[in-house]
């Protein structure tokens, strides 16, 4: 029962684990060029975060998550700008959110210890418009990039 529901959601599944882990790598990104560059420039560190989880979440997905298996030029001319496009978007979302939440509802504000790692409100705004990110990418990648649209699963060209 429990393979069966796995085969059921295993694309949902696939991409929760590796969106998890572009967050991940999008978070450690962010709090590092924030250490490099000084909290003054979060939104700089953001862009850069933002770049190298793209990159991540790209080969991942593609690979893993919605199985387009092929490394074709006209394939990856096709996938590459829509995944970018997409991702654009939504680091607009965040740009913005971020811009919202920490200068004009002041989210610097707060701030507290857990084992010795501080959260700032920069990192709480992160936090929850990450979820709203997630949910954007997935349906982007899910109906636009990596559409079957009648293709074999593996996108054999």
């Not at 991940?24 to 700089?44: D, Q, R």
């Not at 560190?45 to 991540?56: D, L, M, T």
Request: aromatic fraction near 22%.
């Amino acid at each position: 029962m429990i393979k069966k529901l796995y085969k059921k959601y295993e694309e949902v599944i696939l991409y929760v684990v590796f969106g998890g882990l572009t967050t991940l790598v999008n978070f450690v990104s962010f709090w590092a060029f924030n250490k490099i560059l000084g909290e003054k420039f979060y939104l700089v560190s953001n862009v850069i975060a933002w770049f190298i989880s793209v990159v991540f979440a790209y080969v991942t997905n593609k690979l893993w998550v919605f199985e387009s298996k092929s490394w074709a030029f006209k394939v990856l001319l096709k996938e590459v700008p829509e995944f970018f496009a997409a991702r654009l978007f939504s680091l607009g979302v965040e740009e913005g959110g971020l811009w919202l939440f920490v200068d004009k509802f002041g989210f610097d504000r707060y701030s507290f210890t857990v084992f010795n790692f501080e959260v700032t409100g920069k990192l709480i705004a992160k936090v929850l418009l990450a979820v709203i990110v997630v949910i954007l990418n997935y349906f982007f990648s899910k109906f636009i990039i990596f559409a079957k649209k009648g293709k074999k699963k593996d996108n054999k060209e």
